[in-house]
């Protein structure tokens, strides 16, 4: 006769813990048994299956919270809020993990480094770098590692009777009591691989489906966070580009959004109409997303005229300010462009400015060298542009050349047939396309033999001297 007594049915820990689209429920976490839950389970079938429901639930919000933490700190790293072992440390923790190493690879060099770690030595960090990258047997299966968000065991790659036969098991692995192994593919550029190695001790059991569900989240945020990183570098890279651009020809750029906030302002502009005294905004971390717009503004002012010129209605297409540098008395003219900056928080795109300045009082100067090389001047003809764009006219310019007015209108025509112009603003608005801004002259070094006494062509009423002789 069957036995009237009831089995036991162990609860299916994979059913407890599907995630049907929710990020971080783990699967694969083991049920207590009946004297780890709850004495009720000695009770009724009824109060055994309401303490199980109350223990999945309980299970699955603490999972929740963790997984929550675990993505906060994966972008938080990649914006250097926290260190970048804290999402490793929190990835270990919910993975069971005694130790994680977060890499780069070079399939080509065949060389790594660890970047990140947690639990792991200084000098393990060391060793595989100089010589145990090249001998791991993981990464020597390298159609393995091709495509990102990949995770794999480590018995999956490599099993273990073949691991424990290698020099990278006897010498790196074992003394750090590591066997059971789970590697996540984050990021694959060519030959360079990012990675992340996770390990277990060697007592501990193998990775179940549940750590590999974390691991498959990790990896996601992960290669998530480079992505935005990556955009972030690049944005400020152009912004930075842009406005060295903007100041090699001495032209003053600024972007505001309406009303009058901000964005971004060059030096040149800085300098001209606020003083020099735009304080940048806080130093850019990789791993920031793009903030313009939307990014914080900058600690700087316009000046008033500007402000109300921007609150007009209509908006006019310049305006006149005058300039820090009250010894230049003619006022500046400001263009004021209207642009549309998109990504607004309310999903329309607020109306901003683009303002452009020059001072009357810039120097520019010709790149002779490129102009010679371009139209195939002489010296001496370069020389006459590089006058004509510092605004001196023939007569002017043949007395700062020392030449007769007469061989400078004869550089002149030469140059019109050489340029293929005809008229001098012509000419002008070709060679401003060479033109740059003036730079400072560097200071003459003094140089010293090893006597101690002065070599110098620039200070020749020093030569002889020593450095410590006065007078």
Known sequence: MPSSKRSKRTPATNDLFVRDGVLGIGAGIPVPTVAQRDPRWTAREGHRRDALTKWVRDVKGNLSTANDELVAAIY???????????????????????????????????????????????????SYRDIYASQNPWLARASYFQAEGLVWRGSDIVDLPRLRETEFYKLFLYGQVIENTAHLVIRVRGADLLHVMLTRRRDAEDYDEGAIEICRLYAFHARRALEISDTAVNWRFMEEGFSAAADEVATGVALVQAPATVLHMNRTFSALLNGGSASQPSPFKPGMPPRLPGRRPMQARLPRPLIDALAARPVPTFCLVDPVDHEDERPIPVLIRPVQLQGSADGRAP???????????????????ALRTAYALTAAEARVCAALVGGENVHVLSEHLGISPQTARTHLKRIYDKTETTRQPELLRLLFAFSHRKLPKPAPTVLADRSGLVKSAAFPWLSGKSLSQKG
């Open 76 to 126: 938080a790293a990649a914006a250097e809020s926290v260190p970048p072992s804290r999402p490793l440390e929190i990835l270990a923790e919910l993975t069971r993990s005694d130790k994680a190493f977060y890499a780069h690879y070079d399939f080509l060099q065949q060389q790594g480094a660890v970047l990140a770690s947690f639990n792991v030595e200084p000098h393990n960090i060391d």
């Open 351 to 369: 109306n901003g400015f683009l303002l452009i300045c020059r001072s009357s009082k810039s120097e520019i100067e010709v790149d002779e060298g």
